[in-house]
């Protein structure tokens, strides 16, 4: 039997091992959709806290609940950080983060690092599945090249796929197993390979003609977003600058049923996908001689917003006779969307170091964030001001109840937890409905 033949056996007898390589917003729940589709999970992280957290049947992910988990290590699923283990499974999903370097240039390190630690232990009938975004021409002129350095040929020995990631953290009604999944090969075997391996746990597979049409396809979908929504930030100042309410006339205008789609203003671009993914075809469109002119002005449009969000604070403070510095601020939300503790790229995240540096005395709210953990870029020593008076999960109306002065909780019929809030006289509440959302430091669109 071909090594096709056997891998495409293995797979419809669910007798294949799945490997999952970074279990973070990405391959943790493709992990846990393969394990629920009746597959042995082998999932491998560099993070060992990970690791130990999943082994022990708990969850870091607020979408999953510790019984997710333990669900699936009842079914054979193991977590590790032993890249010496690449040869187990029959299939390796790459899972990796594809940031921006200093110079917002694609950095391909966890790619290329992975695919460099996988390529010795490579076996014949293996597949190799990169879901991570990246350029056109990054699987065919990264990934093939290092897998057949080792003499396996791809499309006779092994198969490689490109397969890109669609996750919507935050929105419980987006399940992995139901969101269409683009997959592409570099040959035709590899393309057959890669529709049976996620046609076995995604309801519906969408196949395009090479790996180079499928990364391109990931980046216009993100491309779209961020130049909309760099559209409507620029049309949030404007309207700003001209006493109009932003929100009033994007519900207004999405009332037409054709030719328009509403998207939200906010103050910057958070997650994963949107403030970066853009310039990994600005990068690649340079070497053809071409300059992204919409994605460049999206970006700077985007990139902009958290500094305009400040202006607009320290000029409504100026209005009262206040300064930024000296001046005590409680940003409401950290996460860069809503019901999500995901804080990649998000500005509130900016804005607060901008608070900061003008020597404001900062406090953040997110039920979702009790404790500001360790993050790219900023290391700030805070707690949620929830998490400070121990009442957990805190509704926005309860916060901006504790703005305004000494408020009880009943956090229990039998009882009520009392907390003193000391507020100046001449305190300043920026409502988040008319500075789009600033207040609340999330961005609903991102």
């Given at each position: 039997?071909?090594?096709?033949?056997?891998?495409?056996?293995?797979?419809?007898?669910?007798?294949?091992?799945?490997?999952?390589?970074?279990?973070?917003?990405?391959?943790?729940?493709?992990?846990?959709?393969?394990?629920?589709?009746?597959?042995?999970?082998?999932?491998?992280?560099?993070?060992?806290?990970?690791?130990?957290?999943?082994?022990?049947?708990?969850?870091?992910?607020?979408?999953?609940?510790?019984?997710?988990?333990?669900?699936?290590?009842?079914?054979?699923?193991?977590?590790?950080?032993?890249?010496?283990?690449?040869?187990?499974?029959?299939?390796?999903?790459l899972c990796v983060p594809t940031?921006?370097?200093?110079?917002?240039?694609?950095?391909?390190?966890?790619?290329?690092?992975?695919?460099?630690?996988?390529?010795?232990?490579?076996?014949?009938?293996?597949?190799?599945?990169?879901?991570?975004?990246?350029?056109?021409?990054?699987?065919?002129?990264?990934?093939?090249?290092?897998?057949?350095?080792?003499?396996?040929?791809?499309?006779?020995?092994?198969?490689?796929?490109?397969?890109?990631?669609?996750?919507?953290?935050?929105?419980?009604?987006?399940?992995?197993?139901?969101?269409?999944?683009?997959?592409?090969?570099?040959?035709?075997?590899?393309?057959?390979?890669?529709?049976?391996?996620?046609?076995?746990?995604?309801?519906?597979?969408?196949?395009?003609?090479?790996?180079?049409?499928?990364?391109?396809?990931?980046?216009?979908?993100?491309?779209?977003?961020a130049v909309n929504i760099g559209?409507?930030?620029?049309?949030?100042?404007?309207?700003?600058?001209?006493?109009?309410?932003?929100?009033?006339?994007?519900?207004?205008?999405?009332?037409?049923?054709?030719?328009?789609?509403?998207?939200?203003?906010?103050?910057?671009?958070?997650?994963?996908?949107?403030?970066?993914?853009?310039?990994?075809?600005?990068?690649?469109?340079?070497?053809?001689?071409?300059?992204?002119?919409?994605?460049?002005?999206?970006?700077?449009?985007n990139h902009a917003m958290p500094?305009?969000?400040?202006?607009?604070?320290?000029?409504?403070?100026?209005?009262?006779?206040?300064?930024?510095?000296?001046?005590?601020?409680?940003?409401?939300?950290?996460?860069?969307?809503?019901?999500?503790?995901?804080?990649?790229?998000?500005?509130?995240?900016?804005?607060?170091?901008?608070?900061?540096?003008?020597?404001?005395?900062?406090?953040?709210?997110?039920?979702?964030?009790?404790?500001?953990?360790?993050?790219?870029?900023?290391?700030?020593?805070?707690?949620?001001?929830?998490?400070?008076?121990?009442?957990?999960?805190?509704?926005?109306?309860?916060?901006?109840?504790?703005?305004?002065?000494?408020?009880?909780?009943?956090?229990?019929?039998?009882?009520?937890?009392?907390?003193?809030?000391?507020?100046?006289?001449?305190?300043?509440?920026?409502?988040?409905?008319?500075?789009?959302?600033?207040?609340?430091?999330?961005?609903?669109?991102?």
């Open positions: 039997m071909s090594a096709l033949g056997a891998l495409l056996e293995r797979i419809r007898g669910r007798k294949a091992l799945i490997g999952v390589i970074g279990l973070g917003y990405v391959g943790l729940p493709l992990a846990l959709r393969f394990s629920e589709a009746g597959f042995r999970v082998l999932g491998f992280d560099t993070d060992a806290e990970k690791v130990r957290r999943l082994n022990a049947g708990t969850s870091y992910l607020l979408r999953f609940p510790d019984a997710a988990v333990r669900k699936a290590r009842d079914s054979g699923f193991e977590a590790s950080g032993a890249r010496d283990r690449y040869a187990e499974p029959d299939a390796l999903i940031p921006l370097n200093a110079h917002r240039e694609p950095d391909l390190s966890f790619v290329l690092g992975s695919v460099e630690a996988l390529a010795p232990q490579l076996r014949q009938g293996q597949i190799v599945s990169l879901e991570s975004t990246t350029y056109p021409g990054t699987t065919e002129e990264e990934l093939r090249p290092r897998i057949e350095a080792r003499g396996l040929r791809v499309g006779e020995d092994v198969f490689l796929c490109f397969s890109p990631e669609r996750e919507d953290p935050g929105n419980p009604m987006s399940v992995t197993r139901a969101i269409p999944k683009i997959c592409a090969g570099s040959t035709a075997a590899c393309l057959e390979a890669g529709l049976a391996l996620y046609g076995a746990a995604i309801d519906r597979v969408v196949p395009v003609s090479s790996t180079r049409a499928a990364e391109m396809t990931k980046l216009l979908e993100n491309i779209h977003r559209l409507v930030n620029e049309m949030k100042i404007v309207a700003d600058r001209m006493g109009l309410d932003i929100h009033e006339i994007i519900r207004a205008a999405a009332t037409k049923p054709f030719g328009f789609v509403p998207y939200a203003p906010g103050p910057g671009l958070g997650g994963h996908c949107i403030p970066v993914d853009p310039f990994y075809l600005t990068w690649k469109a340079r070497q053809y001689g071409l300059n992204t002119r919409f994605i460049e002005l999206a970006g700077e449009i500094g305009w969000v400040m202006e607009k604070l320290a000029a409504a403070l100026n209005a009262r006779r206040l300064s930024v510095n000296g001046s005590s601020v409680l940003v409401l939300g950290l996460a860069y969307k809503k019901n999500v503790e995901d804080l990649r790229e998000s500005p509130s995240l900016r804005l607060i170091a901008m608070l900061k540096e003008r020597g404001a005395s900062v406090d953040y709210s997110d039920p979702f964030v009790p404790v500001f953990p360790r993050v790219r870029n900023y290391s700030f020593d805070m707690k949620s001001v929830g998490s400070k008076a121990g009442l957990g999960f805190v509704s926005m109306q309860e916060r901006l109840r504790i703005l305004q002065g000494t408020i009880r909780v009943d956090s229990a019929p039998s009882r009520g937890t009392r907390i003193d809030v000391w507020v100046p006289s001449k305190s300043l509440v920026i409502p988040a409905a008319k500075q789009a959302r600033t207040s609340a430091g999330q961005s609903p669109q991102a």
